[in-house]
């Protein structure tokens, strides 16, 4: 039965945690925005998101569980997997946004497509809470009319 609402529920929590991770990075490019030389990161949503449900129905467990191919840290001085910066905890791969104006400084954030980035993501987010809130009210409904 457990299995059966993980995997109900998989798709919205799979898509709310790679929306939060991806909040973080563009939040990192607006805060290094005067940082010289600083890189702007971001993640392909769309093949991150096929990458987790793949590996999450594979090994038959949700994200953030401990399943096939995935890193345990039995102490809290273990470093993260993807504190490099290249990849995400998950396995995400972090790729560079191309430069859309050069800065003499060799900074590649843009302020004007971090913003819209982070407001689309974030009202992406909010979208994903709203459905995953719409699935627990129908199950709710269906245990307690169900009685």
């Known amino acids: 039965m457990i299995g ?23 939040a990192s490019n607006i805060a290094n925005a005067d940082t010289p ?8 949503f769309a093949s991150a998101m096929q990458g987790a449900l793949a590996k999450a129905a594979a ?20 470093i993260q997997a993807g504190a490099d910066g290249q ?12 430069v859309v104006q050069g800065a003499v400084d060799g900074n590649t954030v843009d302020m ?9 993501n974030a009202l992406r987010y909010e979208a994903g809470i709203t459905m995953i809130n719409h699935q627990i ?9 169900g009685q």
Request: aromatic share 6%; proline share 2%.
């Open 4 to 26: 059966k609402l993980d995997n109900y529920l998989r798709f919205n929590e799979t898509a709310l945690s790679l929306r939060a991770q991806r909040q973080e990075l563009i």
């Open 37 to 44: 030389h600083f890189k702007a990161r971001d993640i392909d």
């Open 59 to 78: 090994s038959g467990t949700g994200v953030g569980a401990t399943g096939a191919g995935q890193l345990a840290a039995t102490s809290k001085s273990h």
């Open 87 to 98: 990849a995400l905890p998950d396995g995400t791969p972090v790729l560079y946004r191309g």
């Open 112 to 120: 004007d497509v971090e913003r819209n980035q982070f407001a689309d």
């Open 137 to 145: 009210r129908g199950l709710m409904a269906a245990i307690q009319n």
